[in-house]
Nanobody, 115 residues
Framework: QVQLVESGGGLVQPGGSLRLSCAAS????????MGWYRQAPGKQRELVAH???????NYADSVKGRFTISRDNAKNTVYLQMNSLKPEDTTVYYC?????????WGQGTQVTVSS
C-alpha cells in the first residue's frame, strides 16, 4: 500500500503562483509514475501532469508552459509548480501514484484562482 498526502493548495489571484506537494509513504519502492490530476464539478478527472521514475514528464495541453512537475526521490515527494494561474484552473487537484498493479490517490487539495 501507498499513502499520499497533499499540501499547498489555496486561494491565489489570477497570474499568481502556487506549489503543490505530495509526499508518498508505504510501499514506495513499487511506484513507477507519480502525477497530478484535477476534477471540476460535473466533469471527469483529467491528467494535469505526470513524471516517471526516469524523470520523463507529460503535461496536459492546457497547462504546458505554465506548470512544472518535479520529483524528489530522496524525499519521496512530487511537486507541481503552477505559474500564471487562471480562473479556469480552479478545482480540486489530486496526487496519483501508479505501480505495476495498483493505483493510489491522495485526498485532494483545493486550488482557487480568483480576484
Amino acid at each position: 500500500q501507498v499513502q499520499l498526502v497533499e499540501s499547498g493548495g489555496g486561494l491565489v489571484q489570477p497570474g499568481g503562483s502556487l506549489r503543490l506537494s505530495c509526499a508518498a509513504s508505504g510501499s514506495i519502492f513499487s511506484i513507477n509514475v507519480m502525477g497530478w490530476y484535477r476534477q471540476a464539478p460535473g466533469k471527469q478527472r483529467e491528467l494535469v501532469a505526470h513524471i516517471d521514475s526516469d524523470g520523463n514528464t507529460n503535461y496536459a495541453d492546457s497547462v504546458k508552459g505554465r506548470f512544472t512537475i518535479s520529483r524528489d526521490n530522496a524525499k519521496n515527494t512530487v511537486y507541481l509548480q503552477m505559474n500564471s494561474l487562471k480562473p479556469e484552473d480552479t478545482t480540486v487537484y489530486y496526487c496519483n501514484a501508479e505501480s505495476d498493479y495498483d493505483e493510489y490517490w491522495g485526498q485532494g487539495t483545493q486550488v482557487t484562482v480568483s480576484s
